[in-house]
């Protein structure tokens, strides 16, 4: 029996944080779930899960429910319990230093300030396992960037953000279909125009 694969989004539970650029990562995970025909319907270990199969393969989605700085106590178990390897787990979450709309799909790496990241390779004790950032911009000005994180996306951020998730989606596809090089050619060349 092969382990399934552990697609991971970073947010912060809550009505209030619905929208909020600091949840990338949950809308991320929402537009999978209608692609794959998956509802978020049950809790497990501190997230929010979706699971069903994807040509032959078992995936689960997970929503930690832990707020951001304590992801780890959420992926951390159910790791351990589905036997999964960190190649199999990806973690989608945004990043302030990629412009609205950039997406950045890795095979490892720090955590570089994020404390979703940082609280997952902490419980897990390791960095190597793939990633997807979803850049949502700087701040303006001199705004807080703590501050920025926790408001939510404009109407005209979210019709970028729209494109952003499709093409996020379709690399975390071509990633289990194809593997993780051609998921990255994909998912980190230039958007089309």
Known sequence: MTAPYLIVGLGNPGREYAKTRHNAGFLLLDHLAEQL?????RMQFKALVADGRYQGRKIILAKPQTYMNLSGR???????????????LLVAY??????LGTLRLRPKGGHGGHKGMRSIIEHLGTQEFP???????RPPGRMDAADYVLQPFTPAEMEVLQIAFARGVEGILRWWEEGLSAAMNFVNAPAEP
């Open 37 to 41: 025909g998956f509802r978020f319907r």
């Open 74 to 88: 959420a992926v951390r178990p159910l790791m351990r319990f589905y036997q999964i390897p960190p190649e199999q």
């Open 94 to 99: 945004d990043d302030l230093d990629l412009p």
């Open 131 to 137: 990633r997807l950032r979803l850049g949502i911009g």
